[in-house]
């Protein structure tokens, strides 16, 4: 669970900004893993399908570069799609699964569970942006620590946050350590366009029922029939820019605080940001990784990077 506390806070100094902002961390509550389950699997987001189709291509390759007997610890791991297709190769000892939605991973965890009896899983719920207490092994000698960080969720980060990420990580897994890592790429404007404007109105629903959490969870009355879903390439900085955007003039109340809003203006709900591989070998290389081995699907959509900490 998010403390409310937090939530609230984060809420309240986002929506007091020039430019509206709410956190992404917030999306997922149980509809919000729901609807995103739902985006992985539409004609037009690609990443889900290209992530999957390069890990099932180099399986081979990626088990040899982990190594048997690892503690893979998995953030952001959602359903934990793309993981399925690794433990059975890779064999870890341990599996750490670390999401901020509990409902998301209490699922994926007794799905794996089942699956792989002979796996020791032990779930984090948990917020990676903030300092975490994952299970201490007693038995580690000769055991690599892995992270595994999929779905271009890197890309939702800021370049700071992304920087303090993979020092964390760095920090975690040691010398001799690894890290595997999905990376979306940099590509034509119009296939990242279509990607995050769907047909079907899901990643629309998907952000507006960040507004809809709010309502619940801390008392707030948006009118969700007053904002729409706009996402864009914004081509400079390199990302999708994902926003809700008001239409009309109105006055939005959280308790004793009050947000108003022009007809037009937004609130920032997310960034996807999308790398070179060069760009993104040099951010990994700034937290001491190497990148020693970089998969790409077979259109060069999508990147997973086998970084060693040497
Ligand atoms: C873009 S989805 C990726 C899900 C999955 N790893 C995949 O590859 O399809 C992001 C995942 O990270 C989780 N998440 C987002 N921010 C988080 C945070 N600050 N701490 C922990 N989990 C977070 C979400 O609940 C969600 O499962």
New binding site residues.
Partial sequence: MVPADSFREDVIEGLSQPQKAL???Y??DAE??RL??RI?RLPEYY??RA?LSLTRAHLADIARFVGRNSELI??????????RLLLGALRPAAYVP????QT??AGAARRLSREFGWLHIFAVV?????PLRLPVFRQRAGRRRVVY?????I??LTLQEARAFLAMSRAQVGAGGAMLI?VDLKKDANLLHAAYNDARGVTGRFNLNLLRRVNRELGADFDLRRFRHYAFYNAGLGRIEMHLVSLARQSVRLGRHRFDFDPGETIHTENSCKYSVAEFRALAAEAGFRAAKVWQDARGRFALFGLVAD
């Fill in positions: 956190p992404p961390k999306f997922y919000g893993s995103f389950d992985c990443p889900t992530e998995e953030y952001g791991s959602g359903a934990s799609l793309k993981t670390v999401d901020i939605s998301a991973l948990g917020d990676f942006s903030q960080f999929p779905g271009s969720t890309g939702n999905g």
